[in-house]
Antibody
């Protein structure tokens, strides 16, 4: 069974940092591109970042570029999101999501999410 | 870059058919595949349509997707509505910079 389990969320002050992790199991993690998607309270989905299977290709939403860093460790079946210079508007549930093979950009598996709250 | 726009909410009665639209702001809707996700309250999103009109395994055939070049939009149609279909629905595509683009979401009420 495919599982994606996020962790690392919590309360952080504006300007602070946080590192999210996503532990993957039940599939060959090293062959899939992975993504972070967030959802502010009561709001819609917002794509944050993606990373290719071998970390060759990395993309960020304009809203987080320069502040967030996506990375992965295929030996540990883990995806990460380092979040720096956090702002109140970064408050959201952060999901890791697997992109399926092919050209469609289908995110076919999602974790349960981890809540990040940025507040003084 | 482009945006995709969805109606904020739709409602329909059980057993009826509802269609949710997703309109692309620039560039052709046919240029990049469209996916649709269902998100029930308190749950993570799950895909109900991928590559414009394909259903993932386990999704009932009451769910169908299409694109219309004349209106530059994609549509998700749910027939034989059930109360369990009440959820938020999001369309998603991607741009030439490999950025994922989500619509703002549509709240479906089955009353």
């Amino acid at each position: 069974e495919v599982q994606l389990v996020e962790s690392g969320g919590g309360l952080v002050k504006p300007g602070g940092s946080l590192r999210l992790s996503c532990a993957a199991s039940g599939f060959t993690f090293s062959t899939y591109s992975m993504n972070w998607v967030r959802q502010a309270p009561g709001k819609g989905l917002e794509w944050v970042s993606s990373i290719s299977s071998g970390s060759d290709y990395i993309y960020y939403a304009d809203s987080v570029k320069g502040r967030f860093t996506i990375s992965r460790d295929n030996a540990k079946n883990s995806l990460y999101l380092q979040m720096n210079s956090l702002r109140a508007e970064d408050t959201a549930v952060y999901y890791c999501a697997r992109r399926t093979y092919g050209s469609s950009w289908l995110l076919d598996q999602w974790g349960q999410g981890t809540l990040v709250t940025v507040s003084s | 870059n482009f945006m995709v726009t969805q109606p904020h909410s739709v409602s329909e009665s059980p057993g009826k058919t509802v269609t949710i639209s997703c309109t692309r702001s620039s560039g052709s809707i046919a240029s990049n595949y469209v996916q649709w996700y269902q998100q029930r309250p308190g749950s993570s999103p799950t895909a109900v349509i991928y590559e414009d009109n394909q259903r993932p395994s386990g999704v009932p055939d009451r769910f169908s997707g299409s694109i219309d070049s004349s209106s530059n939009s994609a549509s998700l149609t749910i027939s034989g509505l059930k109360t369990e279909d009440e959820a938020d629905y999001y369309c998603q595509s991607y741009d030439s910079s490999n950025h994922v683009v989500f619509g703002g979401g549509t709240k479906l009420t089955v009353l």
